[in-house]
Every structure is written in structure tokens, then in C-alpha cells.
């Protein structure tokens, strides 16, 4: 049986070119092999296969005839940061319970009760800021995120536990995201301090700070059980699985810190994309700001969340740079028939969400931000998957949708921004996800008036 071509450079080249430049080397590898193609970035384990074509991906995420798994010890990577149980690092049934136990929350119909805490938090931040200060939009979009997820996490949340808390998780991920990090999780002979190079273990510091301020507010939770809360700790305390059993104090602080680092830092770097591409482009932000104007002032949620236009920029954002560059790992468990290959039980194969989306067949000019692919056509789940499908599908998809197009209208109709210069912004690798290669500045020049907005609209029009 042959494993998909790939690269016959030694191991500690091709772990080096996926650690800090990983899609050069993604798209290297799809110029040179096509739709599939082998990496091997481990001595001791198979080589990692990596898909692009619709179809294959299909077959992967439907996974029809139960010949994958995903097994959550591979994604072991995440394991420092978010522990053995949390739904990431979990496989098999216990995954299962896990997203049972968590789903409820992050249903569609929930979200509207998020919309007023996006709003008011996207509010005070963004009018933190000074006209004609420049500032990294990053901070902004982060700060926005991060609030809003302790928010619906632990509910109005304020004081010194929390602040701490945001402010520690801030520099946590912020330590983590360097591709330095991301080396010591595939090199763990390198999780150590050397001498005054102490940045493992400031991790490590931080983290043990942040895990304490979590048990303590469980703790303080179970001393004092409010049933009128319906935050997302108070639901997972509540929740049951099929035994009648509830979370351990464990298992709530690892999906907690899941929950407070997959759901803002991913959220924060999308809404930066789309700020600086919504700036970038005039004629995007002209046809963006006639639609959000059209509906006056206090708009309901609803009415915003399904603009097409607004829908559009959203999708080309996460399109030309998805913030996540692959789906999990998923295990052939039996032989299987893939891409024109036969992989044996054991292959490793993972659905390349940035190399589908940077398809021409299906995108034509793909390095092109073009909001209008999505108005004239629909793409199927298997050929645009930001947020990856199958079992492992994101389970805050629908928050974050409804957190950027909320954040996004509020930013775009009370201020009116600019780029702070005209250079170029490529993407690179942030921690495991991706993000902008460079800060994107940016400088408020005015706040938008109702009057002036609708002059806009007519003029525009
Ligand atoms: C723009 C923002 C986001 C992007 C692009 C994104 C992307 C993804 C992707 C690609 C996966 C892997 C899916 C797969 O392997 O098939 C994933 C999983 C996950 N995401 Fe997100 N995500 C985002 C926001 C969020 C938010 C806001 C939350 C929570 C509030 C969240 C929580 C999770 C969790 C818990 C999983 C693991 C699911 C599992 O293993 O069963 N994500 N996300």
C-alpha cells in the first residue's frame, strides 16, 4: 500500500517549514503533489495526510461507512492549555458526553439572548479609543471577544476576580501564540526552562494563576447555587449526562478554559480580517455601510444577522484566510479507499480548510477578497468549512457568526475608520491557528451621525 507523495526532506525540515511557515508549505505541497499529499512531521508515527478536494473531504467528514475516528489524543497539543478532559482532548463516547453536555448553550435560538452583551461590550471598547490615536485593531477585536466570552460564560461578570482573569488569559495566549510555543508542544524535550529563558515556565506560572480563579469561582458557585442564572457555567453545573451524572469540578475547568480560549481568540482575529479588509477595499465599505445604513438606527438583531451583503464580507473573511488552517485529525480505523489512494488502518488524515478555499476551480483569483462569490452562488459544506463538519464540527459556530456580524455593524455605523497605512497584510501562523503577519493599525476619524449616515446612503446610492 502507498501512502500520497509528499516531501522526502528529513523530519526535522518539514516540522520546521509547518511550524513557521505552514501554509507556503501547504500550498507548495498542493503546486507539487495535487489535491492529496503525505507530511511526515514525527520519526516514530505515520505520515500526516492532507486533503483539499471537496470530494475526499465529503468522504472524510460524513465518514459513511465508520472507516475514521477522530481520536482526541491527537490533538494532545492542546492538552497544556485545555487538559485531558476537555471535548477537544477527548475521544470516542467520552467526546460525545462532552458535546452533549456543552451543546445547549451554543444552540441558534440562544443566540439573540447574546446579542444586547455583544453590542454594549463592542460599544465601551471601541469607545475606549481616541480620534486620530492609531491602535492595533487586534487589541480591540480581542478585547471585544474576550469580554463578551466571560461574559456568557460566567454572566455579568465584574470585579477583581475577573479582571484578573481576563487580564491573565490575555497574556497566556498571547505567550502561547509565538511559533517558538507552538515548537515547545511538537518538541516537549523543550518544555523546560534553560537557565534565565524561563518562558516555559511563565506558561506554566500564568496558567496554574488562571487555573485557581476558575476553581475558585466553581467553587464559590457551588457554595452559593442561584437557579435563576443562566450563564454558561451555571448550565454546565445544572447539565446531566445519560447516567443522571453531573461535570466533575475537572471536567468544568477544562471546558471552561476550552470555552474561554477557543471562543474569542479565533472570533478576535476573524473580525481584525474583516476590519482590515472592509478598510482596504472602498468599494466594499461603501456597498457594506448603504446596507447597515438602510435599516436606521437600533436595528434588531435578527435584521442585521441576516444582511446579505454583511453575510458576504463575514464569509469571504473566513474564506481567503480561515483563521483555523485544518479540521482536527481524523484516524483511518479500517482500510480505506481515499483520493485514489488505499490507506491503511492508523493514517492520520486531516481536511485542509485553507488549501479548499484557496481553490481556483471553486474560487476563481482565490487571493482576491471578493464578497460577491457568496452572493452569486452557494458553496457546499465540503468546499467552505471554516469551522470544519462532522463530529467535531465547532461548536461555537453560530456565537461566532453572531458576534462578528453584531460587532461588525456596531464598529461600521457609529465610527468612521481608516487604515492606518496602506501596507500589505499577509497571514502567518498564531500559535495553532492563524492570524495577520503584522499589526494591522488603524485610527478613528469621526463618529457617524444618523444624518451624516444618511447622506451617505444617498450619495452611495
Ligand atoms: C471565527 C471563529 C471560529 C473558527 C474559525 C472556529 C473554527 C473551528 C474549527 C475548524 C474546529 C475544528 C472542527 C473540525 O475538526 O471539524 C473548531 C472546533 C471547536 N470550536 Fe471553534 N471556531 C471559532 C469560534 C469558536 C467559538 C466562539 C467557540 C466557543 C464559544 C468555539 C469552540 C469550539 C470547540 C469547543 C471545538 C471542538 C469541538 C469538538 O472537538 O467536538 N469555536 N472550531
Redesign the pocket.
Same mark, same amino acid.
Given at each position: 500500500m502507498h501512502l500520497p507523495k509528499g516531501p522526502q526532506t528529513p523530519v526535522f525540515v518539514q516540522v520546521l517549514r509547518w511550524v513557521f511557515s505552514p501554509m507556503s508549505f501547504l500550498e507548495d505541497c498542493a503546486k507539487r503533489y495535487g489535491d492529496i499529499f503525505s507530511i511526515k512531521l514525527a520519526k516514530d508515527v505515520p505520515p500526516i495526510v492532507f486533503l483539499s478536494n471537496p470530494k475526499d473531504i465529503q468522504q472524510i467528514?460524513t465518514n459513511d461507512n465508520n472507516q475514521l475516528d477522530?481520536p +482526541?489524543d491527537w490533538?494532545d497539543l492542546f492538552e497544556p492549555l485545555l487538559g485531558k478532559h476537555?471535548?477537544?482532548t @477527548?475521544s470516542g463516547a467520552e $467526546?460525545q458526553r !462532552? /458535546?452533549q453536555l @456543552?451543546m445547549p448553550p451554543?444552540h441558534g435560538e440562544r443566540m439573540r439572548g447574546y446579542s444586547q452583551v455583544i453590542t454594549d461590550v463592542t460599544e465601551k471598547v471601541i469607545g475606549q479609543y481616541q480620534i486620530g490615536q492609531p491602535f492595533q485593531i487586534r487589541s480591540v477585536t480581542q478585547a471585544i *471577544?474576550l469580554r463578551v466570552?466571560m461574559q456568557?460564560?460566567f454572566g455579568l461578570y465584574e470585579g477583581s476576580r475577573a479582571e484578573t482573569l481576563q487580564h491573565l488569559l490575555s497574556d497566556l495566549l498571547e505567550k502561547s501564540s509565538s511559533p517558538f510555543s507552538v515548537a515547545l508542544l511538537y518538541f516537549p524535550a523543550l518544555r523546560r526552562d534553560f537557565g534565565p529563558i524561563k518562558f516555559w515556565g511563565e506558561q506554566v506560572q500564568i496558567q496554574q494563576q488562571v487555573d485557581e480563579l476558575i476553581y475558585e469561582e466553581i467553587q464559590e458557585r457551588r457554595e452559593n447555587p442561584d437557579p435563576s442564572r443562566t450563564d454558561i457555567l451555571s448550565l454546565l453545573m445544572d447539565a446531566r449526562d445519560a447516567d443522571g451524572q453531573p461535570m466533575t469540578d475537572v471536567e468544568l475547568r477544562d #471546558?471552561l478554559m476550552?470555552? @474561554?480560549v477557543? %471562543? $474569542? #481568540?479565533?472570533?478576535a *482575529?476573524?473580525?481584525a480580517w474583516a476590519m482590515y479588509w472592509i478598510h482596504k477595499l472602498p468599494a466594499v465599505k461603501a456597498r457594506l455601510l448603504q446596507e447597515l445604513d438602510s435599516l436606521g438606527d437600533n436595528p434588531d438583531s435578527t435584521t442585521i444577522f441576516k444582511l446579505p451583503y454583511l453575510n458576504a464580507v463575514y464569509s469571504e473573511t &473566513?474564506r481567503i484566510y480561515?483563521?483555523?488552517m @485544518?479540521?482536527?485529525? /481524523?484516524r483511518v480505523i479500517e482500510t480505506m479507499a481515499l483520493g485514489g489512494y488505499e490507506l491503511p488502518p492508523g493514517t492520520p488524515v486531516l %481536511?485542509s480548510?485553507y488549501l479548499t478555499h484557496q481553490r481556483e476551480d471553486l474560487y476563481p483569483e482565490p487571493k482576491k477578497f471578493k464578497p460577491e462569490r457568496f452572493l452569486e452562488r452557494q458553496f457546499s459544506p465540503y468546499e467552505y &468549512?471554516?469551522? +470544519? %463538519? +462532522?463530529?467535531? /464540527?465547532?461548536? %461555537?459556530?453560530a456565537?461566532? !457568526?453572531w #458576534?462578528?456580524k453584531l460587532a461588525l455593524a456596531k464598529i461600521m455605523t457609529s465610527y468612521e475608520l481608516e487604515l492606518a497605512n496602506s501596507v500589505e497584510v499577509r497571514p502567518k501562523r498564531r500559535g495553532l491557528?492563524t492570524g495577520p503577519h503584522r499589526p494591522i493599525e488603524m485610527v478613528i476619524k469621526s463618529q457617524r451621525q444618523i444624518t451624516s449616515r444618511i447622506l451617505e446612503t444617498t450619495t452611495v446610492s
Amino acid at each position: 500500500m502507498h501512502l500520497p507523495k509528499g516531501p522526502q526532506t528529513p523530519v526535522f525540515v518539514q516540522v520546521l517549514r509547518w511550524v513557521f511557515s505552514p501554509m507556503s508549505f501547504l500550498e507548495d505541497c498542493a503546486k507539487r503533489y495535487g489535491d492529496i499529499f503525505s507530511i511526515k512531521l514525527a520519526k516514530d508515527v505515520p505520515p500526516i495526510v492532507f486533503l483539499s478536494n471537496p470530494k475526499d473531504i465529503q468522504q472524510i467528514l460524513t465518514n459513511d461507512n465508520n472507516q475514521l475516528d477522530s481520536p +482526541g489524543d491527537w490533538n494532545d497539543l492542546f492538552e497544556p492549555l485545555l487538559g485531558k478532559h476537555s471535548v477537544i482532548t @477527548l475521544s470516542g463516547a467520552e $467526546h460525545q458526553r !462532552q /458535546r452533549q453536555l @456543552l451543546m445547549p448553550p451554543f444552540h441558534g435560538e440562544r443566540m439573540r439572548g447574546y446579542s444586547q452583551v455583544i453590542t454594549d461590550v463592542t460599544e465601551k471598547v471601541i469607545g475606549q479609543y481616541q480620534i486620530g490615536q492609531p491602535f492595533q485593531i487586534r487589541s480591540v477585536t480581542q478585547a471585544i *471577544t474576550l469580554r463578551v466570552i466571560m461574559q456568557a460564560v460566567f454572566g455579568l461578570y465584574e470585579g477583581s476576580r475577573a479582571e484578573t482573569l481576563q487580564h491573565l488569559l490575555s497574556d497566556l495566549l498571547e505567550k502561547s501564540s509565538s511559533p517558538f510555543s507552538v515548537a515547545l508542544l511538537y518538541f516537549p524535550a523543550l518544555r523546560r526552562d534553560f537557565g534565565p529563558i524561563k518562558f516555559w515556565g511563565e506558561q506554566v506560572q500564568i496558567q496554574q494563576q488562571v487555573d485557581e480563579l476558575i476553581y475558585e469561582e466553581i467553587q464559590e458557585r457551588r457554595e452559593n447555587p442561584d437557579p435563576s442564572r443562566t450563564d454558561i457555567l451555571s448550565l454546565l453545573m445544572d447539565a446531566r449526562d445519560a447516567d443522571g451524572q453531573p461535570m466533575t469540578d475537572v471536567e468544568l475547568r477544562d #471546558e471552561l478554559m476550552t470555552l @474561554l480560549v477557543a %471562543g $474569542h #481568540e479565533t472570533t478576535a *482575529t476573524a473580525l481584525a480580517w474583516a476590519m482590515y479588509w472592509i478598510h482596504k477595499l472602498p468599494a466594499v465599505k461603501a456597498r457594506l455601510l448603504q446596507e447597515l445604513d438602510s435599516l436606521g438606527d437600533n436595528p434588531d438583531s435578527t435584521t442585521i444577522f441576516k444582511l446579505p451583503y454583511l453575510n458576504a464580507v463575514y464569509s469571504e473573511t &473566513l474564506r481567503i484566510y480561515p483563521v483555523a488552517m @485544518l479540521t482536527f485529525a /481524523r484516524r483511518v480505523i479500517e482500510t480505506m479507499a481515499l483520493g485514489g489512494y488505499e490507506l491503511p488502518p492508523g493514517t492520520p488524515v486531516l %481536511g485542509s480548510i485553507y488549501l479548499t478555499h484557496q481553490r481556483e476551480d471553486l474560487y476563481p483569483e482565490p487571493k482576491k477578497f471578493k464578497p460577491e462569490r457568496f452572493l452569486e452562488r452557494q458553496f457546499s459544506p465540503y468546499e467552505y &468549512l471554516p469551522f +470544519g %463538519g +462532522g463530529t467535531r /464540527r465547532c461548536l %461555537g459556530l453560530a456565537f461566532a !457568526q453572531w #458576534e462578528m456580524k453584531l460587532a461588525l455593524a456596531k464598529i461600521m455605523t457609529s465610527y468612521e475608520l481608516e487604515l492606518a497605512n496602506s501596507v500589505e497584510v499577509r497571514p502567518k501562523r498564531r500559535g495553532l491557528v492563524t492570524g495577520p503577519h503584522r499589526p494591522i493599525e488603524m485610527v478613528i476619524k469621526s463618529q457617524r451621525q444618523i444624518t451624516s449616515r444618511i447622506l451617505e446612503t444617498t450619495t452611495v446610492s
